[in-house]
Structures are given as structure tokens and as C-alpha cells.
């Protein structure tokens, strides 16, 4: 019976982990075998519980960084992720050290800063989007 049991564990976690695709599930299911393994050989239910917790872990802790950073790789970036790597117009001098400074981009205005605690960009200059922190967006000079 300890047998069918673990298989059915098993089963139902792939079954999720096909369902949602978020890798949330697989880890365990990856336990879930190795405790399947450990009743086909014969061990008692509490050596199957103790394997099963310790490769779930494992392949949890070891596995899921490297998974998820190849698993979302080629992912569509949306809303304002989108926004990293474009151009913009300033529209206000950005002067991060006296927080001011408004850009244009898709459309949109935005408060901007630069990535230097004391930098300056003049208005109507063409700016990269670097990133985002907060509500402002972190944003340099274009080179030409």
C-alpha cells in the first residue's frame, strides 16, 4: 500500500507541476520518487518520510536557482520591465541630488534620476533607461 501511495504522490505532483508550469512542484515530485524507490526496496514508512523530506530539499536548494534562471529565459518582459533599455526625452533637467527631473517615453512621463547620487542631465537630452527603482526611472545620458 506504501507503495501505490507514494505513486499516487507522484503522479498528482507532475500532474500540477504540467498544470501551472511554475516549477513548484517538481522538486517534490523528484522526492516523492525517490521515496517510491525506498518502499519498492523494502524500507519502512519512516525511512520512505525522511527520504522523501531530504530530496525535496536538496533538489529544491540545489536545483530550482539554476531551473528558474534557464526556465524563464526567453520570458516577454511586460509593463515597465519593457521600459529598461529604451530611449527617452527629458522633458525637466533630472538633478538626482535635488530630486527633480522629468522624462517622456512611449508616451508617458515619468520622474527620473541618474545613477550618480550628484548627476545632471539638461532638458530636451536623449536618455537611456537603465533602470527602475521605485517610481523613477534610473536613466544616463545617450552616447553618441
Request: hydrophobic letters at 55%; zero cysteines; a neutral charge.
Amino acid at each position: 500500500m506504501e507503495t501505490m501511495g507514494w505513486l499516487i504522490i507522484f503522479i498528482v505532483l507532475i500532474v500540477i507541476e504540467l498544470l501551472t508550469m511554475g516549477l513548484t512542484t517538481i522538486w517534490f515530485a523528484g522526492g516523492a520518487l525517490a521515496a517510491l524507490l525506498m518502499s519498492v526496496l523494502g524500507f519502512g514508512m519512516p525511512v520512505q518520510v525522511v527520504v522523501f523530506i531530504i530530496v525535496s530539499v536538496l533538489l529544491l536548494v540545489l536545483t530550482r536557482p539554476i531551473a528558474v534562471k534557464y526556465f524563464n529565459q526567453n520570458r516577454q518582459k511586460t509593463n515597465v520591465e519593457s521600459l529598461i533599455g529604451q530611449q527617452a526625452l527629458v522633458l525637466e533637467d533630472v538633478d538626482t541630488l535635488h530630486a527633480a527631473g522629468q522624462v517622456k517615453v512611449n508616451g508617458q512621463i515619468w520622474s527620473a534620476k541618474t545613477e550618480e547620487t550628484s548627476g545632471f542631465i539638461a532638458k530636451d537630452t536623449v536618455v537611456m533607461i537603465r533602470g527602475i527603482q521605485g517610481v523613477k526611472l534610473i536613466v544616463k545620458a545617450k552616447e553618441d
